[in-house]
């Protein structure tokens, strides 16, 4: 069974900094992507950044240079950090784990964390 647990959010100053952990469940050798979304106040959920399994990073423009994605999966790992933030990336954080077998990508969910930049 599959569980992603999130943490590190919470209430920072605009230009101010947090690292989001997720831990998941299984051996991390078993995604093949990994990543975080975010769901602003009243908005759909969408992609901040994705690792892939050879280490290859994607980052939505509105946090590319401020935020960067790594795995480890000798931890089971991922994270997060986010600087500069601003009060726009207010937003409940999901990490995303995706296997893909057999041609079906399968996507597992942690249960969000909130992060909030606000002065």
């Known amino acids: 069974h599959v569980q992603l647990v999130e943490s590190g959010g919470g209430l920072v100053q605009p230009g101010g900094s947090l690292r989001l952990t997720c831990v998941t469940s299984v051996n991390m050798s078993s995604f093949y992507s990994m990543g975080w979304y975010r769901r602003p106040p009243g908005s759909l959920r969408d992609l901040v950044a994705i690792?892939?399994?050879?280490?290859?990073?994607n980052y939505d423009l509105s946090v590319k240079g401020r935020f960067t994605i790594t795995r480890d999966d000798a931890k089971n790992t991922v994270t997060l950090q986010m600087n500069s933030l601003k009060p726009e990336d207010t937003a409940v954080y999901f990490c995303?784990?995706?296997?893909?077998?057999?041609?079906?990508?399968?996507?597992?969910w942690g249960q969000g964390t909130q992060v909030t930049v606000t002065s």
């Open positions: 690792v892939s399994e050879l280490g290859t990073t």
């Open positions: 995303n784990a995706a296997t893909l077998r057999g041609g079906v990508i399968t996507d597992y």
